[in-house]
């Protein structure tokens, strides 16, 4: 499945004004060479078509006249058009370049440069450029690979300049568009421009004694972020220091509590095990006593049967005997029923 991304196609949705010639807006341009009083005013269409003509259009120009022009979106005509002219008119990419630079550009612009910008990468770098990585240090780090071998280039200057500006196509969507690092950016440009550390510590020498104000206030700018980076960098190092420290802490009670529910559950353990003899010895000790308990209760019966048939039974007939008797002997059964009584209760004892 082909994956998209917002910046990757252009739209060929068509404004409802397309069939209309477009909106054109008058900007002062130096056509004399002279100062500012010398510029005469120009007509410019708001169309990518006009920007990429053959007749340089100053980037601020062009984005007033889209903004005055109130261009929602180019035609999908003016789109090819201009894609045919920039292989004449800008093969270094410095219009586009310049286009791209600037900052709170028109919704229009906005949609098409970034992919413009991209198109130009893959062009210069077709094997090389992947706008769907997800992490913008590791694209940084693949193209600058690729462009610095132009940049080094002593003997070609086209070469030379194409590569440059194709570093700064890539910075500016990097850091615009991918959120690259500004102090990220810095740092790994110094490989490109300066083989060892000696070369760029005499370059920064010879930007503060014999460079422009603006070049040592750019300077001053790039020192402040890497002190601040520092800065961030130590407070980050202490912040993780810390968070390790409280780790190590709570590993450390976690261990001390882990040992002691081990004690405790050895403990609990051995109790067990005791209870569980202590069961298994009174269940025995249960048994014992009822099979002892059956036996003398089947010796209880035995006896209790050999006393009734053996003597109770035939005295209390003797009994009976006496008293059925004509006439009647009472006190013989008076004397067999004693009897019979005397020996329950001999038995009893």
């Known amino acids: 499945m082909t994956k998209s991304h917002p910046e990757m196609s252009h739209t060929s949705e068509t404004p409802p004004s397309a069939t209309e010639a477009p909106a054109t807006a008058k900007v002062r341009r130096n ?19 006009t920007y990429f ?27 090819q058009e201009a894609s045919a002219l920039i292989a004449s008119t800008d093969a270094h990419g410095r219009r586009l370049l310049a286009l791209a630079s600037l900052s709170k550009l028109p919704d229009a612009i906005e949609r098409w440069v970034w992919v413009a910008v991209q ?3 893959r062009a210069v770098l077709p094997s090389d450029f992947d706008p769907l990585q997800a992490d913008a240090v590791e694209t940084y780090d693949t193209l600058l690979r690729q462009i610095s071998s132009s940049i080094s280039s002593g003997e070609d200057k086209d070469q030379r300049e194409v590569g440059e500006t194709l570093l700064r196509l890539c910075l500016v969507w990097l850091v615009s568009r991918r959120s690259l690092d500004n102090w990220t950016a810095f740092e790994k440009l110094k490989a490109t421009f300066f083989k060892d550390d000696v070369a760029a510590a005499k370059a920064a020498r010879k930007v503060l004694t014999r460079g422009k104000i603006a070049d040592i ?21 202490e912040i993780e220091k810390r968070r390790q420290a409280t780790l190590q802490s709570q590993l450390n009670a976690a ?5 002691e529910i081990r004690g405790e559950v050895e403990r609990v353990s051995r109790e067990r095990d005791s209870l569980v003899q202590q ?65 329950i209760e001999t038995e009893k004892q």
Not at 53 to 79: L, Y
Not at 255 to 259: C, E, L, R, S
């Open 53 to 79: 003509g053959t007749s340089p259009v100053p980037a601020a120009a062009f984005v007033k006249a889209v903004r005055t022009g109130k261009v929602r979106r180019f035609t999908e005509a003016d789109i």
């Open 31 to 49: 056509t004399k060479g002279g100062d500012d009083s010398s510029a005469e005013e120009v007509v410019v269409s708001p169309t990518l078509a």
């Open 279 to 343: 069961l298994q010895e009174v269940k025995a000790q249960f048994e014992q006593s009822r099979q002892h308990s059956g036996h003398d209760i089947t010796d209880l019966k035995t006896r209790q049967n050999a006393l009734l048939q053996e003597r109770v039974v035939p005295m209390v007939s003797d009994a009976i005997d006496a008293l059925e008797m004509d006439p009647p002997a009472p006190d013989i059964a008076v004397r067999r029923l004693k009897l019979a009584l005397s020996s």
């Open 119 to 121: 198109q130009r990468i």
């Open 217 to 237: 206030s750019n300077a001053s700018a790039v020192a402040g972020l890497a002190r601040e980076t520092i800065r961030e960098a130590r407070s980050e190092a």
């Open 255 to 259: 261990h001390i509590a882990i040992a």
